[in-house]
């Protein structure tokens, strides 16, 4: 060769059986979303023998959106490849060595035990080794952000790039199999991938301490957990879409993630314990502002609010949320005959079983006797809200429970009073009935 002379660079082509092989990457676009110019993450997978892509929208290229990506991308796919080509990204990768010899990240490790596959990481600056899906980028690019998409959400802007990777799929011919499409031959391909049992758990986990008001800091946010965390510390767990937060393994609040900066996110029933001891704060504290309940619920507190003690009663139903479930207390309670206002009568059974103690032996009978408590705590209060007459035992019963102790003599009061009152009309109205005719007696015999 003569010196001096330059040569032009060359290449093989490579050739992949069916469910052999994909391809990872991330590009950035920039769209409308909400009338806010963004900047997003496009996360790339492309089958290399079908060549069929998929592509999806995420704020960040953390690694917990790596997780989701590939969760994903194998659930359309409905399984996933022996390997796994990557760039050397520090999701994945945390030292390169010399050649091909790379230390990949514990979690990014454990990714790929779970669905079996075996990643590998391209040459430095050498992107070929990964054509196809660089390639796709420039297309996807090309094709569908120029201009810019506007969409109202995330969610949105991923349920359009789906529709537009299958459609491409379906009009476009294979490069290697002219005689069928792209969409043909991936749904060939599926019989040759790996089947996928269940999603890889793919949280990102950090450490953080619960404040007294009963907030935890993450990226640059705070999201309430439950009150009985606080002052302990607690483990985040990192979603691509929420978050889980957990003191010694029991989850302590759960949360959709926020994405931008400053805000503070509260879920109202992590704060009800706290209204126990505080039941003024139910008012004024910022977690119950807009708090939309269940209708029944916030009928309830509608017909509390002009209460004296309106607060305190809404907090023990709150609470009993809490304890029963919103269904139990939601439920209607149990009918009882009109027996009178002041004594409740009940009809014998006939040839029925000697009752049991409930929940020694049979669960479902435990239930039943959690919802019969339940009914019974409850039941002077739902009958308020029905507008229904009262029992004297069913106001007793709410006055213990109000701890309304020097109400019962007063009450026994009002109502001798009105007794009394009745008593009269009852004279006036037997004066007023015609006069009865006299018995005959008998006449006595005289003792002559």
């Given amino acids: 060769m003569a010196r001096g002379a330059a040569t032009a660079e060359a290449f093989v082509p490579l050739s992949f059986a069916p469910g052999e092989a994909y391809q990872f990457d991330w590009s950035h676009e920039i769209i ?3 009338g806010v110019t963004t900047k997003i993450k496009l996360a790339h997978v492309r089958l290399y023998h079908s060549r069929m892509a998929f592509v999806r929208a995420y704020p960040r290229e953390s690694q917990e959106m790596v997780f989701d990506a590939h969760a994903r991308a194998f659930e359309f796919f409905k399984g996933s490849c022996t390997r796994g080509i990557y760039d050397n990204m520090k999701t994945a990768v945390e030292a390169v060595f010399i050649g091909k010899d790379r230390q990949f990240n514990r979690r990014f490790l454990q990714m790929c035990g779970h669905y079996l596959i075996e990643p590998a990481a391209c040459t430095l600056a050498a992107g070929w080794e990964k054509g196809q899906v660089e390639n796709q980028v420039g297309n996807i690019r090309e094709r569908l952000f120029a201009p810019r998409p506007r969409v109202a959400s995330y969610d949105e802007l991923n349920a359009w790039l789906l ?3 299958i459609a491409y799929a379906r009009a476009n011919r ?3 199999q002219s005689e069928q499409t792209i969409w043909q031959v991936f749904e060939a391909e599926r ?10 758990d793919g949280f990102r986990a950090t450490q953080a301490a ?3 008001t009963c907030l935890v800091r993450f990226d640059n946010n705070k999201y309430s957990v439950n009150a009985r965390a606080v002052g302990r510390p607690v483990e985040i767990q990192a979603f691509a879409e929420r978050l889980v937060i957990r003191r010694d393994g029991a989850i302590v609040g759960e949360h959709v993630r926020r994405f931008g900066r400053n805000q503070t996110i509260y879920d109202p029933w992590h704060y009800v314990p706290v209204l126990a001891r505080k039941p003024g704060a139910l ?7 807009d708090w939309l309940l269940p209708t029944h619920l916030e009928r309830v507190r509608r017909q509390l609010k002009g209460s004296d003690d309106g607060d305190r009663q809404m907090v023990k139903i709150l609470a009993a949320v809490l304890s029963d479930g919103l269904a139990a207390v939601e439920a209607p309670a149990p009918r009882r005959s009109p027996t009178g206002p002041f004594r409740r009568r009940h009809p014998k059974r006939s040839g029925a079983a000697p009752r049991s103690r409930a929940g020694r032996d049979d669960p479902g009978a435990r239930g039943a006797a959690s ?3 339940t009914h019974r705590r409850l039941r002077a209060l739902r009958q308020l809200a029905a507008r229904r007459l009262m029992e004297r035992s069913d106001v007793l019963e709410l006055m213990t429970r109000l701890k309304l102790f020097g109400m019962r003599a007063a009450y026994d009061e009002v109502m001798a009073t009105a007794l009394k009152r009745r008593a009269p009309r009852r004279a006036s109205s037997a004066n007023c009935s015609p006069p009865r005719s006299p018995r005959k007696r008998r006449a006595r015999s005289s003792i002559s």
């Fill in 191 to 200: 019989a040759a991938l790996v089947p996928i049992a269940s999603p890889f």
């Fill in 210 to 212: 619960v404040s007294k």
């Fill in 371 to 373: 919802a019969t408590g």
């Fill in 174 to 176: 294979h490069p290697e």
């Fill in 163 to 165: 529709d537009q990777c």
């Fill in 283 to 289: 008012r004024n504290g910022a977690p119950f502002k």
């Fill in 32 to 34: 409308v979303l909400g």
